[in-house]
């Protein structure tokens, strides 16, 4: 077996073991696109070697995605095929494992109109909307990994030839997942140790708001009474402990949606359905966005905000130190699961249940007079670095550092 073949496979055992923890007799539902089938069929084995009843594996394919949403009619840009939604709706409804293996173009879909960007991509999640619910209770145990391809690498290294800059890819993300650690799980269990044990301290904080501050940013957030910070692994409703996103860096938690005062800046681009967000700045006021100031594309910015009533609100604020293992690489991804985790980030949209006390419980009206947000979108953009400070404000007004030029001042 060479190296990259035995790189491979603890790629996947970490997948199935950490991310899924799939159970014996559990079914597993993959979902993936066919850029690179050969790590599909390891992670398929290892599920089964786990003890899966049974692994299905649901192929999508990017090139007809694009065809779909060049040449198809505005109308016809609603339909969903049948089977697609019942197939997730019914994994999640199940309580199997869901994997989300995601091989990324973050220029997919540039050059089209953004409205038939939107009216794909909200036909999609409309259909997946009882899957998408379930998912934000973490009713079933669910993980999102990444698979490079031609133009993802090409992306991020684009001085290397085709061949290598995949090679490279793979290289990074092997890296910061910590698969070339002489023991993958039981480095990611101390990581995830050490990332509940933060969670632990800043829920037992209780502030009353965040305020987030540097030369571009001015922000101030408010925190729902019962807010829970969250990262690194999550509980299923069975009580099975599983990491939702490989890599994970953050911790975080929901913003009060009528609650975001101030304006921002972003850090690190936005890749909104294959269109590239450079830089761009949202104000806010009493929670919603007010006004959007992008470098480009700005249309697609402010059509991804009208998506719902929710889009133009905050569902999640979460912190990540600027020495962490992505950030160092001094390297853009292009892609939000990569960035998301380099760099402290706010998401516009939907709030998880599970960030708020008895939210899992609560209606839709209810959930958000406590405080969440409910949208068909949840789009992360990055806001830290090395020169943000936040500051958790207590529920007497005072003040105290949480976190300083980029890094954690909070001791836990």
Same mark, same amino acid.
Request: glycine letters at 6%.
């Given at each position: 077996? +060479?190296?990259?073949? &035995?790189?491979?496979?603890?790629?996947?055992?970490?997948? @199935?073991?950490?991310?899924? *923890?799939?159970?014996?007799?559990?079914?597993?539902?993959?979902? &993936?696109?066919?850029?690179?089938?050969? #790590?599909?069929?390891?992670?398929?084995?290892?599920?089964?070697?786990?003890?899966?009843?049974?692994?299905? =594996?649901?192929?999508?394919?990017d090139?007809?995605?694009?065809?779909?949403?060049?040449?198809? +009619?505005?109308? *016809?840009?609603?339909? @969903?095929?049948?089977?697609?939604?019942?197939?997730?709706?019914?994994?999640?409804?199940r309580?199997?494992?869901?994997?989300?293996?995601?091989?990324?173009?973050?220029?997919?879909?540039a050059?089209?109109?953004?409205?038939?960007?939107?009216?794909?991509?909200?036909?999609?999640?409309?259909?997946?909307?009882?899957?998408?619910?379930?998912?934000?209770?973490?009713?079933?145990?669910?993980? @999102?990994?990444?698979?490079?391809?031609?133009?993802?690498?090409?992306?991020?290294?684009?001085? +290397?030839?085709?061949?290598?800059?995949?090679?490279?890819?793979?290289?990074?993300?092997?890296?910061?997942?910590? @698969?070339?650690?002489?023991?993958?799980?039981?480095?990611?269990?101390? %990581?995830?140790?050490?990332?509940?044990k933060?969670?632990?301290?800043?829920?037992?904080?209780?502030?009353?708001?965040? %305020? #987030?501050?540097?030369?571009? !940013?001015?922000?101030?957030?408010?925190?729902?009474?019962?807010?829970?910070?969250?990262?690194?692994?999550?509980?299923?409703?069975?009580?099975?402990?599983?990491?939702?996103?490989?890599?994970?860096?953050?911790?975080? !938690?929901?913003?009060?949606?009528?609650?975001?005062?101030?304006?921002?800046?972003?850090?690190?681009?936005?890749? =909104?359905?294959?269109?590239?967000?450079?830089n #761009?700045?949202?104000?806010?006021?009493?929670?919603?966005?007010?006004?959007?100031?992008? +470098?480009?594309?700005?249309?697609?910015?402010?059509?991804?905000? &009208?998506?719902?009533?929710? &889009?133009?609100?905050?569902?999640? =604020?979460?912190?990540?130190?600027?020495?962490?293992?992505?950030?160092?690489?001094?390297?853009?991804?292009?892609?939000?699961?990569?960035?998301?985790?380099?760099?402290?980030?706010?998401?516009?949209?939907?709030?998880?249940?599970?960030?708020?006390?008895?939210?899992?419980?609560?209606?839709?009206?209810?959930?958000?007079?406590?405080?969440?947000?409910?949208?068909?979108?949840?789009?992360?953009?990055?806001?830290?670095?090395?020169?943000?400070n936040?500051?958790?404000v207590?529920?007497?007004?005072?003040?105290?550092?949480?976190?300083r030029?980029?890094?954690?001042?909070?001791? =836990?």
């Open positions: 077996m +060479s190296d990259f073949d &035995a790189r491979l496979d603890r790629y996947a055992e970490l997948a @199935v073991r950490v991310g899924l *923890n799939v159970q014996p007799q559990q079914r597993v539902f993959i979902r &993936a696109t066919r850029g690179e089938p050969e #790590f599909v069929y390891r992670v398929t084995r290892a599920a089964y070697r786990a003890g899966a009843s049974l692994v299905h =594996v649901l192929w999508e394919e090139a007809i995605e694009l065809l779909r949403v060049q040449h198809a +009619s505005r109308e *016809n840009l609603d339909l @969903v095929v049948d089977w697609f939604a019942h197939a997730f709706n019914g994994a999640a409804e309580g199997d494992a869901i994997l989300l293996l995601h091989s990324p173009d973050p220029e997919l879909f050059g089209i109109a953004p409205e038939q960007v939107a009216a794909h991509r909200r036909a999609r999640l409309g259909a997946l909307r009882p899957m998408l619910d379930a998912q934000g209770r973490n009713d079933f145990q669910w993980s @999102v990994c990444h698979v490079p391809n031609a133009a993802w690498a090409r992306r991020v290294f684009p001085d +290397s030839a085709p061949a290598s800059s995949v090679t490279e890819l793979w290289d990074a993300i092997f890296s910061i997942c910590r @698969v070339d650690e002489s023991d993958p799980i039981a480095a990611w269990q101390t %990581h995830i140790a050490q990332l509940a933060r969670c632990q301290a800043l829920t037992a904080k209780q502030y009353r708001a965040l %305020h #987030f501050s540097s030369a571009q !940013t001015d922000l101030t957030l408010g925190l729902p009474r019962g807010h829970i910070w969250a990262g690194g692994a999550s509980t299923s409703r069975k009580g099975i402990v599983f990491a939702a996103n490989m890599p994970t860096e953050e911790v975080f !938690t929901l913003p009060h949606r009528e609650q975001a005062e101030g304006y921002v800046t972003t850090t690190r681009p936005l890749s =909104v359905s294959g269109v590239l967000i450079q #761009f700045t949202l104000t806010f006021e009493n929670g919603r966005i007010t006004r959007v100031r992008a +470098s480009n594309a700005q249309n697609v910015l402010e059509t991804l905000i &009208a998506t719902d009533k929710g &889009a133009a609100h905050l569902g999640e =604020v979460a912190l990540v130190p600027a020495s962490n293992p992505i950030a160092r690489r001094n390297q853009i991804f292009y892609d939000a699961l990569y960035d998301e985790n380099a760099a402290s980030h706010i998401a516009l949209g939907a709030a998880y249940r599970f960030t708020l006390e008895d939210g899992a419980a609560m209606t839709a009206p209810d959930f958000c007079a406590a405080g969440g947000n409910e949208s068909t979108i949840h789009e992360d953009a990055m806001i830290g670095s090395s020169e943000m936040v500051d958790g207590r529920a007497d007004g005072t003040r105290e550092a949480v976190m030029e980029g890094e954690w001042a909070l001791e =836990v």
